[in-house]
C-alpha cells in the first residue's frame, strides 16, 4: 500500500435521530474488512449530536482519543474527576491508558455540536490515564500547518502517548503549503475538513481522506479556501 483513498460519500453511516455520523473506518455496525484503519489510525468519525444529547458513560482502555470540535461545544464527564466543556477551536485528549470511563453530552439544549473524534493506538500500555485540553489561535494555521498534538512533552501542543502528530491548515485561494513528516517511516492521513485542494495531486473534495505512505514531503494546492486535518501515525506498532 503506497496510498488510500476515501472519497467522503463511501464512508459508513449510523443515523440514530439523536446521532449522525460519518465513519471513514470500521466502526460499530459499519464493518468493511478493507477499512480497519491506517497504520495505527483507527478511527475518524464525523459526528453531530442532537442539543442536550450524547454519549452516555462508556469505557475505553490503551486507545488515544482525540475530540476537535468543528461548531459547537461538548460536555465532558470521566472517571478520573474531570469536568469540562470543550468549544470549537479546543482540542480534547483522552489517553485511556489502563482504562477509563467518560461521557460526552452537546454542552446547548438549542444547537447541534459537530465534532470529529480520533483514535490512535496508545504506544505505552497500561499506564495511568491522562486528560489534556487546549485552545487553539486560529491564525497560527493559515496557509501553514499547526500542531495540535505531539508526542513531545512540554511544547505548545498536546502530549499523545504515541509517535503521532496532528496538524491543522487553513489555505486561502490560490496558496500552497507542504507537508513534512515528522518521522520518515510514519504514513500521514489527510483529511479535508472543507474545500477542494490538491493533495500529491489527487483532487480532494470535502471530508474526502487521502493516506500517504512513500514520500517525506506532500505538496498541497488550494484553487479555493481550504481546511485540512493532517494525521501522522506509524505504519506499525
Given at each position: 500500500?503506497?496510498?488510500?483513498?476515501?472519497?467522503?460519500?463511501?464512508?459508513?453511516?449510523?443515523?440514530?435521530?439523536?446521532?449522525h455520523?460519518?465513519?471513514?473506518?470500521?466502526?460499530?455496525?459499519?464493518?468493511?474488512?478493507?477499512?480497519?484503519?491506517?497504520g495505527?489510525?483507527?478511527?475518524?468519525?464525523?459526528?453531530?449530536?442532537?442539543?442536550?444529547?450524547?454519549?452516555?458513560?462508556?469505557?475505553?482502555?490503551?486507545?488515544?482519543?482525540?475530540?476537535?470540535?468543528?461548531?459547537?461545544?461538548?460536555?465532558?464527564?470521566?472517571?478520573?474527576?474531570?469536568?469540562?466543556?470543550?468549544?470549537?477551536g479546543?482540542?480534547?485528549?483522552?489517553?485511556?491508558?489502563?482504562?477509563?470511563?467518560?461521557?460526552?453530552?452537546?454542552?446547548?439544549?438549542?444547537?447541534?455540536?459537530?465534532f470529529?473524534?480520533?483514535?490512535?493506538?496508545?504506544?505505552?500500555?497500561?499506564?495511568?490515564?491522562?486528560?489534556?485540553?487546549?485552545?487553539?489561535?486560529?491564525?497560527?494555521?493559515?496557509n501553514?500547518?499547526?500542531?495540535?498534538?505531539s508526542?513531545?512533552?512540554?511544547?505548545?501542543?498536546?502530549?499523545?502517548?504515541?509517535?503521532?502528530?496532528?496538524?491543522?491548515?487553513?489555505?486561502?485561494?490560490?496558496?500552497?503549503?507542504?507537508?513534512?513528516?515528522?518521522?520518515?517511516?510514519?504514513?500521514?492521513?489527510?483529511?479535508?475538513?472543507?474545500?477542494?485542494?490538491?493533495?500529491?495531486?489527487?483532487?480532494?473534495?470535502?471530508?474526502?481522506?487521502?493516506?500517504?505512505?512513500?514520500?517525506?514531503?506532500?505538496?498541497?494546492?488550494?484553487?479555493d479556501?481550504?481546511?485540512?486535518?493532517?494525521?501522522?501515525?506509524?505504519?506499525?506498532?
Amino acid at each position: 500500500m503506497t496510498q488510500v483513498l476515501h472519497k467522503a460519500e463511501t464512508r459508513g453511516l449510523a443515523d440514530h435521530g439523536w446521532l449522525h455520523s460519518r465513519h471513514s473506518f470500521s466502526f460499530s455496525d459499519y464493518q468493511d474488512p478493507e477499512r480497519m484503519g491506517f497504520g495505527l489510525l483507527r478511527v475518524i468519525n464525523d459526528d453531530i449530536v442532537k442539543p442536550g444529547m450524547g454519549f452516555g458513560t462508556h469505557p475505553h482502555a490503551n486507545m488515544e482519543i482525540i475530540s476537535i470540535p468543528l461548531s459547537g461545544s461538548l460536555r465532558h464527564q470521566d472517571s478520573m474527576g474531570n469536568k469540562h466543556v470543550v468549544s470549537a477551536g479546543e482540542v480534547q485528549v483522552m489517553s485511556a491508558g489502563s482504562g477509563v470511563t467518560h461521557s460526552e453530552y452537546n454542552n446547548s439544549e438549542q444547537d447541534d455540536v459537530n465534532f470529529l473524534q480520533i483514535w490512535i493506538f496508545s504506544k505505552e500500555q497500561d499506564i495511568a490515564p491522562r486528560y489534556g485540553q487546549q485552545r487553539f489561535d486560529p491564525q497560527q494555521r493559515v496557509n501553514r500547518f499547526q500542531t495540535l498534538a505531539s508526542p513531545e512533552k512540554g511544547m505548545d501542543t498536546i502530549w499523545i502517548n504515541q509517535n503521532a502528530w496532528l496538524s491543522l491548515a487553513k489555505q486561502g485561494p490560490g496558496s500552497e503549503l507542504v507537508y513534512s513528516k515528522q518521522l520518515e517511516t510514519n504514513g500521514v492521513y489527510f483529511f479535508v475538513l472543507s474545500g477542494a485542494p490538491t493533495i500529491a495531486g489527487r483532487q480532494l473534495a470535502e471530508r474526502d481522506g487521502l493516506g500517504l505512505v512513500e514520500g517525506g514531503e506532500f505538496l498541497i494546492k488550494a484553487d479555493d479556501a481550504a481546511e485540512i486535518l493532517a494525521i501522522e501515525v506509524p505504519l506499525k506498532s
